[in-house]
């Protein structure tokens, strides 16, 4: 039976691709106003879908928080999409650019143009927006669009196939569920352009896959996101925005704090104060509707051994259960934890946590934790806590990342304006906004010559006169 539904959506794939490729060669970019129409459209859908979806992803997670379901995977795809709509046209004009004075009066124009046929590949963190949100800037562009959702959220995924179906023809935007087997064949397709979400390991794999058939990517990834608070800044306020950041969707979010560095005498009361907004945030788990479970058993057992192991190499672990509850395992809910005295070769301190467990490291002076992030990979996000403005731009001076939120978490990546993507290990490439409209844009520079054109001294048979023009250009 497995080996059935593996060839039916194997099938699928390809049918799809042969739709989108035939339309988009018989009938090339969808047309302005289907852009527009589509964009709204869609927008629409996920609202009278709102809460279809949150209830999809609650159950694919065992428990999610409605809210943030409505908060983190919806809204941020409605303004998106109706972003977009505001403004694709302006972003769709040619713009004018210089000339070189040698090649006067001529003109030069950069003209955007959709790249065809695209696929977007997405997780199960937030499976409603990481699907969507790149489709609008894809949609925009007027490309054709295939969307391969994680199969670790499968009713979230079916839904979103139900929806995508009630908007667009096949031809112009479709849906293709499946399991491994399937997402390796979609990232193995000639699209014209392939955006990815998920780790490091698999952004990887897609990257060889579509590199076979010289396929572009995006690649938004992951990382350890550090978080830097400064002396200067009021610990309790610091605790409670890394706590909100922290534990949203408990910790399943690519850009969430993963560590802390505090100055070393404030990381006694820095716990303190993280505890007690913690409290405040959660005042029970188990049956708290706001707090999130972790998405898998997997998932669960691998952040209790990163526990484990920081335990064992002498860490200490402040668990954080404010109702002293006994949480049943099969619910997957996670206490928060706190660890502090972890020694840098933990496996918490090599690995993305992408779950409510927090590690707290110390500085005397804030170039040693500078260092320490410069010396690993480049993060997607970084968090600094100060009010002294020279503290924070040695931070963003000395260190590199895909985004930065200064005295908050998070709240970067939502907004339109600010493109959104990774630095080497965590990701190539952006989108939101125009941002994402470039991305999925072919950028084609036209140069248009004038009736008159000095170009015409350039020409053979060289001579004294080529040599007084190079003398003049090489002075």
Not at 95 to 109: D, K, N, T
Not at 163 to 171: C, K, L, N, Q
Not at 261 to 283: G, I, M, Q
Not at 361 to 371: H, P
């Amino acid at each position: 039976m497995h080996d059935t539904v593996s060839v039916s959506a194997a099938r699928r794939l390809q049918d799809v691709f042969a739709v989108q490729r035939r339309a988009w060669a018989e009938q090339g970019a969808l047309a302005v106003q289907r852009r527009d129409e589509a964009l709204e459209a869609l927008a629409a859908a996920l609202i009278r879908h709102a809460d279809g979806f949150a209830h999809a992803v609650a159950q694919d997670f065992g428990h999610r928080s409605i809210h943030e379901t409505k908060l983190a995977d919806l809204y941020p795809v409605v303004t998106g999409l109706r972003h977009a709509r505001q403004h694709f046209r302006r972003w769709m004009k040619p713009r004018r650019r210089p000339i070189g004075l040698m090649f006067q009066p001529a003109s030069g124009r950069i003209h955007y143009q959709p790249l065809g046929v695209v696929g977007i590949i997405s997780p199960w963190n937030y499976p409603v927006q990481l699907a969507l949100s790149p489709l609008a800037g894809a949609l925009a562009a007027g490309n054709r669009i295939m969307v391969k959702p994680s199969e670790l959220t499968p009713r979230t995924s079916a839904l979103l196939d139900q929806v995508i179906g009630e908007v667009f023809d096949e031809s112009e935007v479709a849906v293709v569920q499946g399991g491994v087997e399937v997402a390796q064949a979609f990232a193995g397709l000639p699209f014209d352009h392939l955006f990815f979400t998920g780790s490091t390991a698999v952004g990887r794999e897609v990257m060889k896959a579509a590199a076979e058939n010289l396929v572009p990517v995006t690649l938004e990834l992951g990382g350890k996101s550090p978080v830097i608070l400064a002396p200067d800044y009021p610990l309790g306020k610091a605790a409670e925005r890394v706590a909100v950041g922290k534990l949203f969707n408990a910790g399943q979010t690519c850009i969430a704090p993963d560590f802390m560095f505090v100055p070393r005498h404030n990381e006694a009361a820095f716990v303190s104060a993280f505890r007690d907004a913690v409290s405040r945030l959660y005042p029970s788990l188990a049956a708290n509707p706001d707090y999130t479970a972790i998405v898998s058993e997997r998932h669960a057992e691998r952040l209790r051994r990163l526990v484990a192991d920081a335990r064992a190499r002498g860490a200490a672990v402040h668990e954080i259960n404010p109702a002293g509850e006994s949480l049943d395992p099969a619910g997957r809910k996670m206490a928060p934890v706190v660890l502090t005295g972890v020694p840098a070769e933990a496996l918490v301190m090599q690995e993305e946590i992408f779950g409510p467990v927090l590690p707290v490291a110390t500085y005397d002076r804030v170039e040693e934790a500078i260092r320490f992030i410069r010396d690993r990979p480049h993060p997607l996000a970084l968090y600094v806590f100060s009010h002294d403005r020279g503290f924070v731009k040695l931070v963003l001076d000395e260190t590199s990342s895909g985004g930065v939120a200064v005295n908050e978490t998070l709240l970067h990546c939502v907004q339109e304006e600010l493109p959104f993507g990774g630095v080497g290990p965590s990701g190539m490439g952006a989108y939101h906004g125009e941002a994402g409209f470039r991305t999925f844009s072919h950028t084609r520079s036209v140069f248009h010559q004038a009736r008159i054109s000095g170009a015409g001294m350039t020409k053979p048979p060289y001579g004294g006169r080529m040599e007084r023009l190079l003398s003049f250009l090489l002075r």
